[in-house]
């Protein structure tokens, strides 16, 4: 299980996710990239893992507008594409850190 972030924060000016693991290290996701790795189960087949969402379907100035911390293992996004049942674990935005899409500072 990945710990919990010491830090989150939206920055519209650079459109990215920034978040400070335990650490120190600060792992820095695009918008649009988590809003398509987005894992609920209108985006994701539960069973088989495939990806439904069509990313061509993602505003490319898709941002956040809301966000809530669920319990104290995952972060809950509101999209300004009126997307809001995806649950982002602390462990997957983890593993996402391994994705060429998110860069690390
Ligand atoms: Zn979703």
């Known amino acids: 299980m990945a710990e919990a972030p ?3 924060r939206a920055v519209r000016a ?9 650490d120190g290290h600060v792992a820095v996701y695009p918008f649009k990239y988590l809003r398509c790795e987005c894992p609920c ?6 069973f088989t893992g495939e990806r439904i969402l069509d990313p061509a379907t993602v505003p490319e100035d898709v941002a956040p507008t ?8 995952a972060m ?6 009126g997307h809001y049942t995806g649950l982002y674990t602390w462990d997957r935005l983890y ?3 391994q994705s060429p899409e998110v860069m690390s500072r």
């Open 14 to 22: 650079t459109g990215t996710f920034d978040v400070t693991w335990p």
């Open 95 to 97: 593993q996402l850190q």
């Open 41 to 46: 189960a209108a985006c994701v087949n539960e």
């Open 66 to 73: 809301a966000v809530e911390m669920s319990g104290n293992y």
């Open 6 to 8: 010491t830090g989150i």
């Open 76 to 81: 809950k996004v509101m999209w300004s594409d």
